[in-house]
């Protein structure tokens, strides 16, 4: 239990997508004017990364490594598609509001790099919980983000009206500049919060080192 707890960490914080890592940035400065769509955006991702690390991890076995990628693109594909078609049925003014971002989550660098990396060396239920933890440390960045550009962008939150009525929208918020300025605040928060928690502890490899150190200090492939 403590590893998996120790994985789903992973995700959250020590190497979170997109403050760690940083991939997946395009739909995340694109999707983050509104909570209710960085909400949307994050339960998609999540859901479409953890049954498909499920999957990889299950049949990692009997997948041929020549054609592995189409075989993890056909399969990102499969629940990339069930969620766009439920998102479509179910909230169509979420789907209508995000447009092509939904979809685009088959070519995500976040499930791609995760099926490759980790899903495919490693057992069922630690791919789960890594899948598990990627999307939450990339769906609370999301959330995070919007939360802040929809305030101060629009004064509301989630559609609710919460600055008063003499508050002055600042547009920048809204806009690309503002996204970023506040991707930025969120992240130098985040690197202060990594550095409390990792304080004292020595650096373990992850599981994409590609790189051993031996005794003699000299760096060796794996």
Known sequence: MKRLFSIL????????????????LCSAM?????????????VALTFVLVMSELIISLFRNLIPD????????IVIAAFTTIMDLEMKAYFPVLSKSMGVFIPLVVVNCIVMGRVEAYSSKQPVLNSVFDGLGMGLGYSWILIAI???????GNGTLLGFQIMPSSFEPMIFFILPPGGFLVFALWMAASNDLRRILLAGRKPEPTQDSCCTLPEDGSAEKA
């Open 146 to 152: 919007a939360a802040v550009r929809e305030l101060l």
């Open 66 to 73: 020549s054609i592995r990628m189409p075989i993890f693109l």
């Open 30 to 42: 694109a999707v983050t004017t509104t909570v209710a769509n960085g909400i949307g955006m994050g």
């Open 9 to 24: 960490i992973n995700g959250l914080i020590v190497e979170n997508p997109l403050f760690v890592i940083m991939i997946g």
